[in-house]
T-cell receptor, first 114, second 112 residues
Framework: AQKVTQAQTEISVVEKEDVTLDCVYETRDTTYYLFWYKQPPSGELVFLIRRNSFDEQNEISGRYSWNFQKSTSSFNFTITASQVVDSAVYFCALSEARDDKIIFGKGTRLHILP | DAGITQSPRHKVTETGTPVTLRCHQTENHRYMYWYRQDPGHGLRLIHYSYGVKDTDKGEVSDGYSVSRSKTEDFLLTLESATSSQTSVYFC???????????FGPGTRLLVL
């Protein structure tokens, strides 16, 4: 069965520090998709990235970067030079290609302190 | 932004009453989903639809039913609301390849 684990329930860092959010997944499928979503204090869910299982290249988007490692079943998310506006709950999610469902981790609440 | 709306946005109801939440999309996407979000549980899938009149259960489907009679609308019904169904409900849509999944703004439901 597919499963997503975000072991870090809550993280606090001081502004401008780098921070990495961990995501470990389980799947029996060889074809799958991984996602990250952001939920700011306003409550909406914002799509950040999707990765398929055949693309292990790291992705960078501004201060955000993602490290996908199939060998450790991990899809970690790093924010460089964090800012207060990065404070949010971040969700990692997984979808198997043979399934129509997307399963979410429980989320990591990130506090960026000024 | 993806064209996806939810109604109502807030609702207070009493135990035992029926409640229907509506999700409406203007993107003509095939897949539609209902999730609930609770502290400590993240997002949990209730039901989803892969086409008109085609629906399936998620991980927390007990006490909920859904219907999709048109591509653009996906209804979630609580036949007899209970306090354990107090939650924030999110609708989501995605295209054929299960690409980017876009979420609605959420509905806060309080069952007294």
């Amino acid at each position: 069965a597919q499963k997503v684990t975000q072991a870090q329930t809550e993280i606090s860092v001081v502004e401008k520090e780098d921070v990495t959010l961990d995501c470990v997944y389980e799947t029996r499928d060889t074809t799958y998709y991984l996602f990250w979503y952001k939920q700011p204090p306003s409550g909406e869910l914002v799509f950040l990235i999707r990765r398929n299982s055949f693309d292990e290249q790291n992705e960078i988007s501004g201060r955000y970067s993602w490290n996908f490692q199939k060998s450790t079943s991990s899809f970690n998310f790093t924010i460089t030079a964090s800012q207060v506006v990065d404070s949010a709950v971040y969700f990692c999610a997984l979808s198997e290609a043979r399934d129509d469902k997307i399963i979410f981790g429980k989320g990591t609440r990130l506090h960026i302190l000024p | 932004d993806a064209g996806i709306t939810q109604s109502p946005r807030h609702k207070v109801t009493e135990t035992g009453t029926p409640v229907t939440l509506r999700c409406h999309q203007t993107e003509n996407h095939r897949y539609m989903y209902w999730y609930r979000q609770d502290p400590g549980h993240g997002l949990r899938l209730i039901h989803y639809s892969y086409g008109v009149k085609d629906t399936d259960k998620g991980e927390v489907s007990d006490g909920y039913s859904v219907s999709r009679s048109k591509t653009e609308d996906f209804l979630l019904t609580l036949e007899s609301a209970t306090s354990s169904q107090t939650s924030v409900y999110f609708c989501a849509i995605s295209g054929l390849d299960l690409g980017d999944q876009y979420f609605g703004p959420g509905t806060r439901l309080l069952v007294l």
